[in-house]
């Protein structure tokens, strides 16, 4: 159906009315205006369609687009709330780092302290270790005086033994042969002293009698034996004659006074004395005769 609007609908009355006055030419030309009045409203109905369409055309796409807003306001109110949750996570995270930030720097004073403590130790290893180096030396110092020890003491004992041989050869003797060499060198001793001029004795003296000494008899005796390699001398007086340790016997080789010489261990007939100087262990000799002091 196609749709003729009013004002043409009157042209097209008027122009039948006409048709019976007019003539043939007249007819021509209202139906050339019949025609292009049909030709219009066919125009005008066409570009009414397209209109239409396009209407139609932008109402959808309008609707397209209210939805994709609609669309596109949902995604942006769920962006809002994940950026809101960002923003929560954001301030977390910073909280954290500055928590992380307080403990990297606890750690790092902590570093700092513990090499502080390290180099400590190290100075005390290496001050440890001076320590025990110095220790070392002295434990062989003390290792190597232990050794010296030892063999001064393994010298003493073999001295010891050598001495108590001596004395037990001594003891083994014939008692009546030691008294008659005894008598003998006594009697010796005193023409020695007889032979002697008084300044000669008041010489050689190591020192003035005091009045007990000149109140009592001097005693003396023989040197029996010397080992000098064990600082001693045996003298043939021993606890019968009266001699105690301690005791103080002034040496006379050839009349002349050498030394002093102090009773270390004695026995009934014989007594042991070690040196006073140095002086008299170069220059006593067996046969020597010994004074009490």
Partial sequence: MIYVPESRASVNHIVIKT????????????????????????????????????????????????????????????????????????????????????????????????????DELQLQIQEQ?????????????????????????????????????????????????????????????????????????VEQAPSVASPQSQATPALEGRVLTVKKKFDFAVINLGSQDGIKVGDVFSVYHNHSYIGDIRVDKSSEVMGVCVFASRGVKDKIREGDKVVRR
């Fill in 129 to 201: 270790e001076e320590i025990k180096k110095e220790w070392k030396i002295k434990q062989i110092q003390t290792e190597e005086q232990i050794e010296t020890l030892q063999a001064t003491l393994q010298s003493l004992q073999a001295s010891k033994a050598e001495l108590e041989t001596e004395l037990n050869k001594f003891k083994a003797k014939d008692a009546v042969a030691l008294g008659k060499i005894v008598v003998e060198q006594k009697k010796a001793d005193q023409e020695g002293v007889e032979g002697a001029t008084q300044e000669e004795v």
């Fill in 19 to 118: 048709m019976g006055q007019k003539d043939k030419t007249s007819i021509i030309i209202l139906s050339i205006l019949l025609i292009s009045s049909l030709v219009g409203t066919a125009v005008e109905f066409s570009y009414f369609q397209k209109e239409r369409l396009k209407v139609i055309a932008l109402n959808a796409e309008l609707e397209n687009v209210k939805a994709e807003k609609r669309i596109a306001e949902d995604e942006l109110a769920e962006s809002k709330e994940k950026i809101s949750e960002l923003s929560v996570q954001l301030e977390s995270a910073r909280s954290e780092i500055d928590e992380v930030n307080k403990a990297l720097e606890g750690a790092e004073a902590q570093k700092q302290q513990l090499y502080s403590q390290i």
